[in-house]
Antibody, heavy 119, light 108 residues
Framework: QLQLQESGPGLVKPSETLSLTCTVS??????????WTWIRQPPGKGLEWIGT???????FSNPSLNSRVTISVDASKNQFSLKLSSVTAADTAVYYC???????????WGQGTTVTVSS | EIVMTQSPATLSVSPGERATLSCRAS??????LAWYQQKPGQAPRLFIY???TRATGIPARFSGSGSGTEFTLTISSLQSEDFAVYYC??????????FGGGTKVEIK
């Protein structure tokens, strides 16, 4: 059974870079037909798409994040990662990673990790 | 960017009653629309994809319908475990992938 697990610091200082990793187990990140996605949810708010990557390295990110997003994949470790630069308090959220089949909804999610931006 | 609008924001329903949730897209998304359920402290869970196909393990009391810009999630007879927040999401035209603001289904 495919499982995703987010990992990374729970506290990041303003202006620094948030870095998270999603480890995929029970299946290969290199399987064709699947994208790998980052979603976040600020406290008490809805879901926001951050970005998506294919195992080939082709990636897309939300224009609303003003090019602060870098998503990468390491197929040898079955992981993909998120870097969000120049963070502010507005980036405080639960961050989820998820699998996204090409033509379906996001069918497998990590449990989420809380990241707080504070000095 | 396709804007997804859900209504109502909150739906108060008694157990056993029917619940109807709406999702509207600012332009056509064909049937490339998913619904998710999220309970407090949990990750969202895929319930419906392709506008009307139930994901694995989702009970038959949940049904999705619609195409183009208007979609509906219907829960035929609400059970206690169904009280949660439901989000719609389009994957027809991206980036960006976009979600609706959510509908909270609460006990009346």
């Amino acid at each position: 059974q495919l499982q995703l697990q987010e990992s990374g610091p729970g506290l990041v200082k303003p202006s620094e870079t948030l870095s998270l990793t999603c480890t995929v187990s029970g299946g290969s990140i290199s399987r064709s037909g699947y994208y790998w996605t980052w979603i976040r949810q600020p406290p008490g708010k809805g879901l926001e798409w951050i970005g998506t990557i294919y195992y080939s390295g082709n990636s897309f990110s939300n224009p609303s994040l003003n090019s602060r997003v870098t998503i990468s994949v390491d197929a040898s470790k079955n992981q993909f990662s998120l870097k969000l630069s120049s963070v502010t308090a507005a980036d405080t959220a639960v961050y989820y990673c998820a699998r996204h089949p090409e033509v379906d909804g996001m069918d497998v999610w990590g449990q989420g990790t809380t990241v707080t931006v504070s000095s | 960017e396709i804007v997804m609008t859900q209504s109502p924001a909150t739906l108060s329903v008694s157990p056993g009653e029917r619940a109807t949730l709406s999702c509207r897209a600012s332009q056509s998304v064909s049937i490339n629309l998913a619904w998710y359920q999220q309970k407090p402290g949990q990750a969202p869970r895929l319930f419906i994809y392709g506008a009307s196909t139930r994901a694995t393990g989702i009970p038959a009391r949940f049904s999705g319908s619609g195409s183009g810009t208007e979609f509906t999630l219907t829960i035929s007879s609400l059970q206690s475990e169904d009280f949660a927040v439901y989000y719609c999401q389009q994957y027809n035209n991206w980036p960006p992938l976009t979600f609706g603001g959510g509908t909270k289904v609460e006990i009346k």
